[in-house]
């Protein structure tokens, strides 16, 4: 497996929420900008996943967010935690 056939999920955990992103290779210019090309897509490129969703606002859960890990398929995942006690539901879906 080369560097650039690696599948890599990068996950910004909040309190009550993670925002997640796939990357199959390193981005051109950098991540910095490829952050500033892409955010105006950030809804559909960047999903976030609740763990206590409001059902009204119609966000996606832990469940969701399994299903996406599932689906996406990635070599490694990368957390990036805010509090180690709020990755730890994202953490255990991972090694699920």
């Not at 910004?12 to 199959?24: A, G, Q, R």
């Not at 490129?45 to 996406?68: E, M, N």
């Amino acid at each position: 497996m080369t560097i650039e056939s690696i599948r890599s999920l990068g996950i910004d955990v909040s309190k009550s929420s993670v925002t997640c992103h796939i990357l199959t290779q390193y981005p051109v210019g950098g991540l910095k900008t490829y952050w500033q090309k892409s955010r105006t897509k950030a809804s559909s490129l960047f999903p976030a996943f609740y763990s206590s969703p409001k059902p009204k606002s119609k966000q996606k859960s832990a469940f969701d967010f399994a299903d996406y890990v599932i689906e996406n398929k990635p070599d490694v995942a990368i957390l990036e935690p805010t509090g180690n006690h709020y990755s730890r539901l994202w953490a255990r879906i991972l090694k699920a």
